[in-house]
């Protein structure tokens, strides 16, 4: 499984943004799909995921109420919009998904149970 991100841009703080993350072939057993994030000199940080059959959307505390995660099923593409951008969310944004199946949203907050991983798309907020 190939992951393609592709959106990432300069904007001023206030703006928005549209993040794509397309898959290069039928994610059969894909179970989460998921954006993190890395500013400069910080560690990763997940962002949002979403359960791959159940559309259902999870958010990391930074970004909940302003990114909303979705998926388009028919053409194998997982969407991040970014609203009310912050300088502080200025970073390379990078997709991931996995197969792997957990009870808890918690654990896909974790880069280590992604298998699979794009390249990263840069984000730039400008104050």
């Known amino acids: 499984v190939q992951l393609q991100a592709s959106g990432g841009g300069l904007v001023q703080a206030g703006g928005s943004l549209r993040l794509s993350c397309s898959t290069s072939a039928r994610t059969l057993k894909t179970v989460v799909m998921s954006w993190f994030r890395q500013a400069p000199g910080k560690e990763r940080e997940f962002a949002a995921g979403?359960?791959?059959?159940?559309?259902?959307?999870f958010y990391g505390d930074s970004v909940k109420g302003r990114f909303t995660i979705s998926r388009d099923y028919a053409n194998n593409t997982v969407n991040l919009r970014m609203n009310s951008l912050k300088p502080e969310d200025t970073a390379i944004y990078y997709c991931?998904?996995?197969?792997?199946?957990?009870?808890?949203?918690?654990?896909?907050?974790?880069?280590?149970?992604?298998?699979?991983w794009g390249q990263g798309t840069l984000v730039t907020v400008s104050s």
């Open positions: 991931a998904s996995t197969p792997k199946k957990y009870l808890s949203s918690t654990w896909y907050q974790r880069g280590s149970v992604y298998d699979y």
């Open positions: 979403i359960g791959w059959d159940t559309g259902r959307p």
